[in-house]
């Protein structure tokens, strides 16, 4: 709904830089993987420029811009009355690897600070939403403010701040964060029921945060942030990602959780996993077995009948010397 930001030509997206930092670093492979060194180093040459770029020109003191106009005034920025932080540049900073570590922990608290309220259950978009400043985003400013795109939930993008905040370890926050989103979580009473409208079991694309109508839910059974949301569960928290014939299990999950399970199908094969969790860590696994076997990752077959898979979390021990 930015339809304004860098109309001319000249202004620039800080998210959008994050994401082709990431997707540059993602097609490096896949070039080498075709025999094309060049382009493969063409690519990690303009990703790293890139990301210097943004380190240099992105950094508003405890986040990350959103964006520059073609004037150079910045958007997502503490200067700005309206869209002083936007949740996007901080996620994306982090789910792209670019970010500086120090600065996406600070980033993603500021984030936890100004758009995750927790009593609303809701995670905003940015913060405040455009209504009487000078900023001409475009197209955006005519919703209501704490309307969907402007300064409400856009779900999809409270999905890349769970999914965030797992990549960077804190698993208590990230399951806390899908809790406050989930929306059987908004029709829990009658009162809740009668403030959130939509329905209680598909996740809605939007939820306002304009005075009137805080915690109500937008447009639902056509958002792509559902598919997201399963993402963020299945892989970021409970740690199970699939690579070809490969499969990995690195878990970012509450440190109270001391055990899960889960059953993965792979062809006729069952993968029987059993997640254990003795010192009570949110990341980190100390050992995999199959069947009993010490293993890295588990090699998938289409016709391996009933397979015990057992994930020990946790730091390996060192022998004392």
């Known amino acids: 709904g930015m339809s304004n930001v860098g109309r001319k030509g000249k202004g620039e997206s800080i998210w959008l830089g994050w994401f082709l930092y990431d997707i540059l670093q993602r097609f490096a492979p896949l070039c080498r993987n075709q025999g094309d060194e060049v382009t493969a180093e063409e690519y990690l040459e303009q990703a790293e420029k890139i990301r210097q770029a943004l380190e240099s020109n992105g950094w508003d003191g405890r986040w990350y811009r959103r964006a520059y106009f073609d004037d150079g005034t910045p958007l997502g920025s503490a200067e700005n009355p309206e869209c002083s932080i936007d949740s996007i540049a901080q996620s994306w900073a982090v789910l792209s690897g670019g970010g500086r570590r120090d600065r996406t922990e600070e980033a993603m608290g500021e984030v936890e600070t100004h758009l995750v309220r927790e009593d609303e259950g809701i995670i905003l978009l940015f913060t405040p939403p455009f209504d009487t400043s000078d900023l001409k985003p475009g197209y955006i400013k005519g919703y209501v403010p704490g309307v969907r795109e402007n300064g409400g939930q856009y779900t999809h993008a409270a999905c890349w701040v769970i999914q965030a905040m797992a990549s960077l370890g804190h698993g208590d926050k990230a399951l806390d964060w899908v809790q406050h989103i989930n929306p059987i979580h908004h029709s829990r009473t009658p009162i809740e029921c009668s403030r959130y409208k939509t329905e209680p079991y598909v996740l809605a694309a939007d939820v306002y945060s ?40 690195d878990p970012c999950i509450p440190g109270k959780w001391r055990e899960y399970s889960l059953d993965y199908c792979f062809g006729s ?39 015990q898979v057992t994930v020990v979390m946790g730091q390996e021990s060192t022998p004392d010397f």
């Open 269 to 307: 094969s069952v993968y029987a996993i059993r997640v254990l969790n003795p010192q009570g860590v949110s990341r980190g696994v100390a050992k995999i077995e199959v069947n009993g076997a010490i293993c890295q990752e588990i090699e998938l077959a289409a016709e391996g009948g009933i397979q």
């Open 210 to 249: 304009a005075a009137a109508h805080v915690g109500r839910g937008g447009w639902t059974w056509y958002t792509g942030a559902a598919g997201w949301l399963y993402r963020v569960c299945i892989e970021a928290i409970l740690g199970l990602k699939r690579r070809g014939n490969v499969l990995t299990i």
